[in-house]
Nanobody
Framework: QVQLVESGGGLVQAGGSLRLSCAAS????????MGWYGQAPGKQRELVAG???????NYADSVKGRFTIFRDNAKNTVYLQMNSLKPEDTAVYYC?????????WGQGTQVTVSS
């Protein structure tokens, strides 16, 4: 069973920055895709940023130019650098890892951006 442990959420003022971390309990080379999903109150969970095993990245239009996803294979960790945060970025952020036979999810970390 794979565990994904997120950290780095919190309360920040608009314009501020946060870095989320997602540490996996096994080598992230085994996942063809890892991503961060955001779920705002009353809304569906949506992909915010993703990265493939080949380091191809993709972003939601709303975060392009502000967020960066990257991975540290040696630490089995994927990060989401969040800059120029806006109140509409407020959500619970979940880390996800996809292998050929299973999808794994973390417990989520709350990000709250005050205006």
């Amino acid at each position: 069973q794979v565990q994904l442990v997120e950290s780095g959420g919190g309360l920040v003022q608009a314009g501020g920055s946060l870095r989320l971390s997602c540490a996996a309990s096994r080598s992230i080379f085994s996942f063809y895709f890892m991503g961060w999903y955001g779920q705002a109150p009353g809304k569906q969970r949506e992909l915010v940023a993703g990265i493939t095993s080949g380091d191809v990245t993709n972003y939601a239009d709303s975060v392009k130019g502000r967020f960066t996803i990257f991975r540290d294979n040696a630490k089995n960790t994927v990060y989401l650098q969040m800059n120029s945060l806006k109140p509409e970025d407020t959500a619970v952020y979940y880390c996800a890892a996809k292998s050929l036979d299973h999808d794994y999810w973390g417990q989520g970390t709350q990000v709250t951006v005050s205006s």
